[in-house]
């Protein structure tokens, strides 16, 4: 690999940096950037087993797979990631309660280290650097190419039920049954409901509707032309949306048909969506607590945030399940996970320090995809095996986020 003898100290493998953290961004603002190595090279459309390269992106291998009857086993909210920012990250879907991570799927992989090596990882060949590297954040080397384990569907289009609950305890009797009966399940929440509305949200439950047909889904996006000079997302407008959101969603739990990117991938219609934000941008705020104590934690998180009226109109709470992660830095474990944007400002840093002594008395820890603010402590103390990927890490290698947390 040409990063091998060059002039600058450290590297970092780059995808389309749709991480929303530091984890993405080099130390030394020298990224090696993958999404040209862009090319499939094998198919097994028997057995849904496909080999592409790093950069391949999640909406290109839907466009292959789809007309063969073939879908991701595990999809993150956005299609527009490639394979390999996939694997470092060790992305979760909506199906996590039952299926678990992206890496599960992750047959094998090719991984180029500045040491000139060239080494084929699986669970049976080199499995510590294997699991080192599944949301290993990029730091173990450069993955070239993966091999993936695809999903079988018979149509794309799933069928949905949605359903209002009225306050956080409802959410997770709601979910622990819907769960049972369903592939998919995720709630929207409420962010500024407080009281005896505190955590009123809308459930979806869903699974492919097989009778639906293969289709690819257009690309059809609507652009945000310009960057507004101050966030559009304040309290009023907050308030306002999320009222309107819950009034418009019928009080008795209904079924619809929906395609998949409308179910999977919201944000993807809207170019540029983050500019809502203004000029000073966001941060999302992505945590994971146990389950013994979620339903405290995160009630006390929302409190928190509904009392500062800020957030985002897409707040999103799930449970996660108990399926091990195959990645020694995996994000989700067995609990309950809430995510949500903050607009860029002072106060946000002040509500996260809150919103982290609740996730750290909880014994829970954040999503280093999502997050640029994780104190050292909070990272060593919630991934106590970070040492894992350190003891891998390829010494040309460093993110913004791993000299933050561990250097
Ligand atoms: C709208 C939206 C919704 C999202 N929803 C979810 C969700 O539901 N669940 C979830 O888990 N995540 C979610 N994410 C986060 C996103 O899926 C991850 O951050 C993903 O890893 C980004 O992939 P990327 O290709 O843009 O990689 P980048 O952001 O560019 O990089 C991500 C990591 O991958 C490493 N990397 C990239 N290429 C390589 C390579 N070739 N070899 C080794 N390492 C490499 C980078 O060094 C970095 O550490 C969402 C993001 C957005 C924007």
């Given at each position: 690999m040409s990063f091998l003898h060059n002039k600058h100290d450290t590297y970092l493998p780059f995808g389309l940096g749709r991480s929303y953290g530091d984890s993405c961004l080099a130390q030394s603002g020298q990224v090696i950037q993958l999404s040209g190595m862009d090319r499939f090279i094998s198919a097994d459309w028997s057995q849904g087993i496909l080999q592409a390269e790093a950069g391949v992106t999640l909406a290109q291998i839907l466009s292959v797979a789809i007309p063969h009857g073939w879908f991701l086993p595990v999809t993150p909210g956005t299609r527009f990631v490639t394979l390999a920012g996939a694997i470092a990250n060790d992305v979760h879907g909506k199906n996590h309660h039952r299926v678990g991570t992206f890496g599960r799927f992750v047959r094998s992989l090719e991984l180029c280290r500045s040491d000139g090596s060239v080494s084929q990882l699986s669970a049976a060949q080199h499995p510590e650097l294997f699991s080192a590297t599944i949301g290993g954040l990029g730091l173990t080397g450069v993955i070239s190419r993966a091999e993936l384990q695809l999903q079988r569907i018979a149509g794309t289009d799933l069928q949905v039920r949605t359903e209002r609950f009225g306050h956080l305890q409802d959410f997770f009797s709601l979910s622990a049954f819907s769960e049972r009966q369903h592939e998919f399940c995720v709630a929207w929440i409420d962010c500024t409901a407080r009281d005896n509305?505190?955590?009123?949200g809308v459930m979806y439950s869903a699974d492919f509707a097989p009778q639906s047909g293969l289709k690819i889904a257009a690309a059809g996006q609507v652009k945000l032309p310009f960057t507004p000079p101050v966030s559009l997302v304040n309290s009023l407008s907050l308030k306002l949306f999320n009222e309107l959101y819950w009034r418009k969603t019928p009080v008795v739990a209904h079924m619809a048909v929906q395609s998949y990117q409308h179910f999977f991938?919201?944000?993807?219609?809207?170019?540029?969506?983050?500019?809502?934000?203004?000029?000073?941008g966001f941060q999302q705020y992505q945590a994971v607590v146990p389950q013994h104590c979620a339903s405290d934690a995160i009630h006390d998180m929302l409190a928190i945030i509904a009392a500062t009226g800020?957030?985002?109109?897409l707040a999103v709470l799930k449970r996660c399940g108990d399926i091990v992660s195959p990645g020694i830095l995996s994000f989700p474990c067995a609990g309950t996970t809430l995510a949500l944007d903050f607009p860029q400002n002072d106060a946000t840093a002040a509500l996260f320090q809150q919103l982290d002594a609740v996730v750290r008395a909880a014994g829970g820890r954040l999503y280093p995809a999502k997050d640029a603010h994780m104190s050292a402590d909070d990272f060593q103390r919630g991934y106590p095996n970070w040492g894992g990927v350190e003891k891998w890490r390829d010494p040309a290698l460093m993110s913004r986020f791993w000299h933050r947390v561990t250097q």
């Open positions: 509305q505190l955590g009123r991938y919201p944000l993807d219609g809207i170019l540029n969506w983050n500019r809502l934000y203004g000029r000073g800020t957030g985002s109109a």
